[in-house]
């Protein structure tokens, strides 16, 4: 078996996923937990169709304040993104129901969404946010930003090619996922659900308050900085900054922006500086 990431054959096995037909296989050389088998497309649909939207129905005062909150965190985005060049417009990818998207809306920028969720994508557009439907997109954005999706997609790579295709030469693409390799401190009883998983737990890979968020088949990668500079290399991007939030990682640590526990790389497009 062969890594997905940098295909490297010097994979070690973590040890089954209780109620799947599936172990759990790491890399060191990009340091990334990934399944030893991956869903079907016609598995992966049934599972998230709906996935986001069933989450997202609540009371007036519910959604006054996820407005509230969505709209601050977008403002901090923006100002650290704005620090590497201009903002103007934003693809939300994977964005689900729009929260992102509605926080950036607020704050002024053109975006727009796309997610493979119909019945998510409704929801958005209920909220005043353009969607598109087809991954081939005809235009290209200053900044592609991207929640909780990374984890979620089979093909790493796939993932990275259909962003990198979005943003404009010299743009900036900011993801934010779960970050293996930081110590879990906040939810102590969040972190032993994902943990407890993996049927044998091997030394430091899974110490008792590392946050390994790795669950087939929803999270189907776990993923490390290292993963994220992998990936940039091969496809033609610049790592600019990589940060963990209320983490007591305090070498990834910024208080600029209000996400727990997750890797923030912010990559640029540098292809437009190879022509």
Same mark, same amino acid.
């Given at each position: 078996?062969?890594?997905?990431?940098?295909?490297?054959?010097?994979?070690?096995?973590?040890?089954?996923?209780?109620?799947?037909?599936?172990?759990?296989?790491?890399?060191?050389?990009?340091?990334?937990?990934?399944?030893?088998?991956? @869903?079907?497309?016609?598995?992966?649909?049934?599972?998230?169709?709906?996935?986001?939207?069933?989450?997202?129905?609540?009371?007036?005062?519910?959604?006054?304040?996820?407005?509230?909150?969505?709209?601050?965190?977008?403002?901090?985005?923006?100002?650290?993104?704005?620090?590497?060049?201009?903002?103007?417009?934003?693809?939300?990818?994977?964005?689900?129901?729009?929260?992102?998207?509605?926080?950036?809306?607020?704050?002024?920028?053109?975006?727009?969404?796309?997610?493979?969720?119909?019945?998510?994508?409704?929801?958005?557009?209920?909220?005043?946010?353009?969607?598109?439907?087809?991954?081939?997109?005809?235009?290209?954005?200053?900044?592609?930003?991207?929640?909780?999706?990374?984890?979620?997609? @089979?093909?790493?790579?796939?993932?990275?090619?259909?962003?990198?295709?979005?943003?404009? @030469?010299?743009?900036?693409?900011?993801?934010?996922?779960?970050?293996?390799?930081?110590?879990?401190?906040?939810? @102590?009883?969040?972190?032993?659900?994902?943990?407890?998983?993996?049927?044998?737990?091997?030394?430091?890979?899974?110490?008792?308050?590392?946050?390994?968020?790795?669950?087939?088949?929803?999270?189907?990668?776990?993923?490390?900085?290292?993963?994220?500079?992998?990936?940039?290399?091969?496809?033609?991007?610049?790592?600019?900054?990589?940060?963990?939030?209320?983490?007591?990682?305090?070498?990834?640590?910024?208080?600029?922006?209000?996400?727990?526990?997750?890797?923030?790389?912010?990559?640029?497009?540098?292809?437009?500086?190879?022509?």
């Amino acid at each position: 078996m062969k890594c997905n990431v940098c295909g490297s054959e010097q994979i070690d096995k973590l040890g089954p996923i209780k109620d799947r037909d599936i172990e759990a296989m790491y890399c060191a050389q990009c340091d990334t937990v990934f399944p030893s088998r991956y @869903p079907t497309s016609a598995e992966l649909n049934e599972y998230y169709s709906g996935f986001t939207a069933a989450h997202q129905h609540g009371s007036k005062l519910r959604e006054n304040v996820a407005t509230y909150y969505s709209k601050r965190k977008c403002r901090a985005i923006l100002r650290q993104v704005r620090k590497y060049g201009p903002v103007n417009q934003v693809l939300d990818f994977g964005g689900g129901s729009g929260y992102f998207a509605r926080g950036f809306k607020l704050n002024g920028v053109e975006v727009e969404l796309y997610d493979i969720d119909k019945e998510s994508m409704n929801v958005a557009e209920q909220r005043g946010i353009e969607t598109i439907s087809n991954v081939d997109f005809e235009k290209q954005y200053d900044l592609v930003f991207s929640s909780h999706v990374i984890e979620h997609y @089979p093909d790493l790579h796939q993932f990275m090619e259909q962003t990198v295709k979005a943003v404009k @030469p010299r743009g900036i693409l900011a993801f934010c996922c779960p970050n293996k390799n930081a110590n879990e401190f906040y939810r @102590p009883s969040h972190v032993r659900n994902y943990r407890n998983r993996i049927e044998s737990k091997p030394g430091e890979l899974l110490a008792t308050s590392r946050w390994f968020c790795f669950d087939p088949p929803r999270h189907l990668h776990a993923i490390s900085e290292k993963t994220f500079s992998t990936l940039g290399k091969v496809h033609g991007l610049e790592l600019l900054a990589s940060f963990t939030e209320y983490s007591r990682c305090a070498n990834f640590h910024s208080g600029d922006l209000p996400f727990p526990f997750l890797i923030k790389p912010l990559l640029k497009n540098k292809r437009a500086l190879m022509e």
